[in-house]
């Protein structure tokens, strides 16, 4: 199993050795910080070490890649004084995102490997172990801090957009922590005396390993 991505793929290294250890299969991570477009990535697979792959990435940063580095105060200003339109800067570039992942996945299955994509659990707008930390010194139940599912989808509906379309083609199969960490139409940040998370988006240790059931289908043989 060659596991490739960012920081969103390190929080689950541990887990998916640990599931590697029950099926007798070794899990190698390379980790890459851009998009998964580097032909290296293809080698391992091309000379037939490799069966599975896993991309994990903080997709929304991949989305956004390329986008200049604009202030949420007055980005679309500086991007209209630069020249820039934000929607079509913003569109355009999703249709890069869209054709560059898909160019990579048929990449992976050419050679022969099955691909998942791993989409991104739930992000808050605040480090989650500093507003448990709040709402336990006001007296307060951590675990009824959440996020409406609703409110997840909505951010990373082009992302997800993406995965479907590849996913409908047979390309790729997509893994969602979502799937673990909410329900009922709310997600949880917070299980069993423990914080889901180590800040805003990645997932603590604890975290990583109550979702790590939706790996089952990496190590599961067959399409």
Known sequence: VLLVGDSFADMYLSALRAAS???DREVWFLRDGRAPLAARLFEAVR???VGDVVIAYS???ALQAGIPELSARDGSGRARALGYDPASLLRDHRADFRADLTRVVERFAAAGARVFVVEAPPSYPVPVPLKLGLVVRRGGDPASFGMPL???GAMFAP??????ALAARGLVRCLRPA??????GRCRA???GHALYSDDAHLSAY???LVAPIFTAVFTPGR
């Open 47 to 49: 000379t037939g070490s």
């Open 150 to 152: 609703a409110d997840h």
């Open 159 to 164: 992302v997800h957009t993406v995965f479907d």
């Open 207 to 209: 975290g990583a390993e």
């Open 190 to 192: 917070w299980a069993d």
């Open 21 to 23: 250890e029950r099926f």
């Open 179 to 184: 799937d673990v960490l909410c329900s009922a």
């Open 59 to 61: 997709w929304r940063r």
